[in-house]
């Protein structure tokens, strides 16, 4: 995945997404990959449910997304304990 794509990708979306579009390809994609709607895979769900909850905490905040925009994902990352 391209760095400065990635969490759009992950997302299923693409650069000018709406904040309505946004929610929505979310909250489709947390339900699918939420941990307790997938017991027999859980640990991949898991760390998809991450991925997709990390990307969605960034890019539906103005301000972090239009870091992320100039910066990519690897700021956040390694401002993270």
Known sequence: ??????????LGVSRDVTETQLK???KKLAL???P???????EEAT???KKISEA????SDKDKRQIYDQF???????RKP
């Open 1 to 10: 995945m391209s760095q400065d794509n990635e969490y759009y990708q992950t």
């Open 24 to 26: 929505k390809a979310y």
């Open 32 to 34: 699918k990959w939420h």
């Open 36 to 42: 307790d709607r997938n017991p027999k895979n859980q």
């Open 47 to 49: 760390e998809k449910f």
């Open 56 to 59: 969605y905490e960034v890019l």
């Open 72 to 78: 990519g994902a690897d700021y956040f990352r390694s």
